[in-house]
């Protein structure tokens, strides 16, 4: 079966822009997380979703932001693009949380 | 904070030589898991330990769960290059987010 597929693969923004990343889950897996990783912080959770609600948030500003579709597609944005948001974000998906995870291969944003 | 605190940070071993690294934990889990990362790619999992047990295998890994003293440790015997990632341990948090360790770099030298 298909694994989890991340778009872009490849970003370059500017300051204060926005940007939106998206992530198509495997077929029949609901939960879909999201995690930033950077070379200091490691892997940082940014929020889940299920069946299309948040279920948890982390400790990241109002400018992150996500959804998931009824199809359980899921984006996540980020608004005023900062230095500091440079990193890998990675995409999981899952029949629950807790369970085997499947990751993408990850979207590189790179803010100049 | 992490849950999962990984040991050491980076290890560098001989192609051949089994590998040790470990992870604790704060909180009680259902169950501990382990991921492997190859270089700015996405994780993969390796192993599921479930809370009531203390030890399993998957091929040349094996996992151990101490849950009295909340830690966890994965062995790869017979390294081989391939083997060369970054590991990672993982355990649910208030059972709503799945929380990672800053993960240990292994480098198998040939």
């Known amino acids: 079966k298909a694994g989890v597929t991340q778009t872009p693969r490849y970003l370059i923004k500017t300051r204060g822009q926005q940007v939106t990343l998206s992530c198509s889950p495997i077929?029949?897996?609901?939960?879909v997380s999201w995690y930033q990783q950077t070379p200091g912080q490691g892997l940082q959770f940014l929020f889940e979703?299920?069946?299309?609600?948040?279920?948890n948030k982390g400790n990241f500003p109002g400018r992150f932001s996500g959804r998931q579709f009824s199809n359980s597609r899921s984006e996540m944005n980020v608004s005023t693009l900062e230095l500091g948001d440079s990193a890998l974000y990675l995409c999981?998906?899952?029949?629950?949380?807790?369970?085997?995870?499947?990751f993408g291969q990850g979207t590189r944003l790179t803010v100049v | 904070s992490q849950q999962g605190e990984e040991d050491p940070q980076a290890l560098s071993i001989q192609e051949g030589e089994n590998a040790t690294m470990n992870c604790s934990y704060k909180?009680?889990?259902?169950?501990l898991q382990w991921y492997r990362q190859n270089s700015g790619r996405g994780l993969v999992h390796l192993i599921l330990?479930?809370?009531?047990?203390r030890e399993k295998h998957s091929g040349r890994l094996r996992v151990t769960l101490d849950t009295s003293k909340k830690s966890s440790s994965l062995l790869i015997t017979a390294s081989r290059a391939a083997d060369t990632a970054s590991y990672f341990c993982?355990?649910?948090?208030?059972?709503?987010?799945?929380?990672f360790g800053q993960g240990t770099r292994l480098t198998i030298n040939p």
């Open positions: 909180t009680s889990i259902n169950n």
């Open positions: 979703y299920f069946s299309e609600t948040q279920r």
């Open positions: 993982a355990t649910l948090q208030g059972a709503q987010k799945l929380v």
């Open positions: 330990i479930r809370s009531n047990e």
């Open positions: 077929s029949g897996h609901r939960s």
């Open positions: 999981a998906s899952s029949l629950e949380l807790g369970v085997e995870a499947f």
